[in-house]
């Protein structure tokens, strides 16, 4: 079954830097985009970057455009997520997403890794 798993989240100071991992299993990765969500305490899950299968095209919500990058890893079944720059507005609970499409569209299945908690500390 599709299975994803996060980590690389933590505490860090204003102005820091984490990279977080997904490891996937259960499908096959090379053929899907992939993204990364967040959802902080009292708001939506909000997309915040995603890939699409080759790994040529990536998409970036506004607020972390300069600061974070999305990158895969095929041949490992891995998808990143660098952040920089860190802010605490940052501070959410990361998530690896994938609808198993090869294209952008946004209907489809969502699933979803347990999440990696991300606090920035000012």
């Known amino acids: 079954q599709v299975q994803m798993v996060e980590s690389g989240g933590g505490l860090v100071q204003a102005g820091g830097s984490l990279r977080l991992s997904c490891a996937a299993s259960?499908?096959?990765?090379?053929?899907?985009?992939m993204s990364w969500y967040r959802q902080a305490p009292g708001k939506e899950r909000e997309l915040v970057a995603g890939?699409?299968?080759?790994?040529?095209?990536?998409k970036y919500v506004n607020s972390v455009k300069g600061r974070f990058t999305i990158s895969r890893d095929n041949g490992k079944k891995t998808v990143s997520l660098q952040m920089n720059r860190l802010k605490p507005e940052d501070t959410a609970v990361y998530y690896c997403n994938t609808k198993l499409r090869g294209d952008w569209a946004t209907g489809g299945t969502d699933y979803w890794g347990q999440g990696t908690q991300v606090t920035v500390s000012s």
């Open positions: 890939i699409s299968s080759g790994g040529r095209t990536t």
């Open positions: 259960g499908f096959t990765v090379s053929m899907y985009v």
